[in-house]
């Protein structure tokens, strides 16, 4: 059983910065794949990026340039850190845990708030 606690939400202005922690409970060396998804009010739930324990990171394209996740293995902490923030990156946003690649994720957390105000 992996444990994700996602923090870093919160209110900011249009063309704000905001970054998003996601801490395991274990060693994320034993994740192929953290993600982070996000869910608008009335919207299905959305892949924003995604980061391996190979290195490699995907994005959605509207997000591709403005938001960069990184891990940090010493913390077993995933980030996002979000610049340039619309109103359209309002949502409630997700880590997940993938332990074997091509899979489906196998945890979720709970989900922390972002709402960006125009």
């Known amino acids: 059983q992996v444990q994700l606690v996602e923090s870093g939400g919160g209110l900011v202005q249009a063309g704000g910065s905001l970054t998003l922690s996601c801490e395991a409970s274990e060693s994320i060396f034993r994740i192929d794949v953290i993600r982070w998804y996000r869910q608008a009010p009335g919207k299905l739930r959305e892949l924003v990026a995604g980061?391996?324990?190979?290195?490699?990171?995907h994005y959605v394209d509207s997000v591709k340039g403005r938001f960069t996740i990184s891990r940090d293995n010493a913390r077993n902490t995933v980030y996002l850190q979000m610049n340039s923030l619309k109103p359209d990156d309002t949502a409630v946003y997700y880590c997940?845990?993938?332990?074997?690649?091509?899979?489906?994720?196998?945890?979720w957390g709970q989900g922390t708030q972002v709402t960006v105000s125009s």
């Open positions: 980061s391996t324990k190979g290195g490699s990171t």
């Open positions: 997940a845990a993938v332990l074997r690649l091509g899979s489906e994720p196998d945890y």
